[in-house]
């Protein structure tokens, strides 16, 4: 079956470490994105990537870094710099950044202790 | 900037009846798209129905129907036959169409939707 996976589910560390969400894809999109939501929030983007190696900033990228070293891959750090890194973070994946429609992944929950 | 406003935070609908979801953007532009999408609890985001601006004729899919006013700048979303399975939060977004190269989604905060049995 053809789709993103985002792992883990939940996810728990302690302040001051860095931690990696890890987004794949198998549907051979070219662009992936990585949203932060929280509560009463809609998602707000943070990192974006059109083809592999190449990655652009969104709207909150402070705090965070990104990696695209394959097409199918997409991994978020959230440094011990992000003030307020508990939230949930979707990754999704477009064909391609000129193609409107985004597929999501089911998201990763990220508390911070 | 672009924004995009959900003015209902919670709506509640009775099973199979009709409920409307409204949403308002800002916008200078004359080239865009509008998506409403669904956050069912499982928090999987799904595409629910994409409404293209230049085309007048409103997008169907289903159940699901929208209500686009450009001048407006207004975009609801109509959800008949209301069925437990929509409770969820929907979410309004807006996308630039820079004539091939787009530019980034835009969403509201959303409208928490619950269904009476």
């Known amino acids: 079956d053809g789709g993103i996976t985002q792992s883990p589910k939940y996810l728990f560390r302690k302040e001051g470490q860095n931690v990696t969400l890890s987004c794949e894809q198998n549907?051979?999109?070219?662009?992936m994105y990585w949203y932060r939501q929280d509560p009463g929030q809609g998602l707000r983007l943070i990192y974006y990537?059109?083809?592999?190696?190449?990655?652009q900033k969104g709207d909150i990228a402070e705090g965070y870094s990104v990696s695209r070293e394959k097409k199918e891959s997409f991994p978020l750090t959230v440094t011990s710099a992000q003030k307020n890194p508990t939230a949930f973070y979707l990754c999704?994946?477009?064909?391609?950044?000129?193609?409107?429609?985004?597929?999501f992944g089911p998201g990763t929950r990220l508390t911070v202790l | 900037a672009q924004t995009v406003t959900q003015s209902q935070p919670e709506m509640s609908v009775q099973e199979a009846e009709t409920v409307t979801l409204s949403c308002t953007y800002d916008?200078?532009?004359?080239?865009?798209?509008l998506f409403w999408y669904k956050q069912p609890p499982s928090r999987q985001m799904i595409l629910v129905i994409r409404?293209?601006?230049?085309?007048?004729q409103n997008a169907t899919e289903n159940r699901f129907s929208v209500n686009f006013q450009k001048a407006a700048k207004s975009f609801s979303l109509k959800i008949s036959d209301s069925q437990l399975g929509d409770a969820a939060m929907y979410f309004c977004?807006?996308?630039?169409?820079?004539?091939?190269?787009?530019?980034?989604?835009?969403f509201g905060k959303g409208t928490k939707l619950s269904v009476k049995p």
């Open positions: 999704a994946s477009s064909l391609s950044h000129s193609y409107n429609e985004q597929f």
């Open positions: 549907l051979n999109h070219d662009a």
């Open positions: 990537s059109q083809i592999v190696n190449d990655f």
């Open positions: 916008t200078s532009e004359s080239d865009y798209y």
């Open positions: 409404q293209e601006a230049y085309k007048q």
């Open positions: 977004a807006y996308l630039e169409n820079y004539g091939g190269s787009q530019g980034n989604l835009i």
